[in-house]
């Protein structure tokens, strides 16, 4: 039998109080989060999640794993890329940000195949040298549940995301920021109706980003996109 293959999946900190008020004396201790739909994703796939405490030096990680998974949360710090905070921003997370830059610093040197979901389609292409809209309101479906069909994503035909799913597919939307400028070294590969970017593929890496979110999903145990990461995390 084969050794699955090992997917870092990326989280956020929060400190106790910030997530309930019943923790009494615990509420000041720092908590690592980690969506467990991400990682359902990928063990159905056939790989092994890893939640990654960014506590740890991002640095150790590249020569354990076979794969990456950037996860959704909060904005970029829009220093990263050269901009001033818009009044609608929500509250950036420095040290994730650094930690995840590291991250894809490791998997750049080691080869590793990356998927970055909706945060994690931006931090690629901001690691890239690449800019965001920091908001598009009609993309923040926020008031519907998860799973909700929000809108139709195309994609570039002989593309790799076609390849995955055909030239189009209808998505959830839970993000209010999108790729602008592309980075040097990725192309856009899937839109919205509306012109939004919703999927970049690198031309020398591995490494995909799509801005919805796939493992919320109801087709989540059949979608794609986990194939793809953990077979190329096999090889």
Wanted: proline share 6%; aromatic share 6%.
């Amino acid at each position: 039998m084969g050794t699955a293959p090992l997917i870092g999946i990326s989280g956020r900190t929060r400190t106790g109080k910030e997530i309930s008020s019943t923790l009494d004396s615990m509420r000041e201790l720092d908590v690592d989060l980690f969506y467990c739909n991400y990682a359902q994703g990928v063990i159905e796939a056939g790989g092994l999640p890893v939640f990654l405490p960014s506590s740890a030096d991002p640095a150790d990680y590249a020569s354990r794993l076979d794969g990456l998974l950037l996860s959704g949360g909060t904005d970029i710090d829009p220093a990263r890329y050269g901009q001033t905070p818009s009044a609608e921003l929500l509250a950036p997370e420095p040290a994730r940000d650094a930690f995840e830059m590291a991250l894809l610093d490791g998997a750049a040197q080691a080869g590793m195949p990356v998927l970055g979901i909706c945060r994690g389609i931006q931090t690629l292409n901001v690691h890239g040298g690449g800019t965001l809209h920091q908001h598009v309101a009609p993309h923040a479906r926020f008031d519907r549940l998860p799973n909700y069909i929000a809108h139709r994503v195309g994609f570039t035909e002989g593309s790799l995301l076609a390849s995955l799913y055909g030239p189009s597919i209808e998505v959830n939307s839970l993000h209010h920021q999108t790729v602008d400028r592309v980075a040097d070294g990725f192309v856009v590969t899937g839109r919205s109706d509306d012109g939004a970017v919703e999927g970049i593929e690198s031309t020398g890496r591995p490494w995909l980003g799509v801005q919805w979110h796939p493992e919320m999903m109801d087709s989540r145990d059949r979608d794609p996109v986990f194939d793809w990461l953990v077979k190329a995390a096999s090889g």
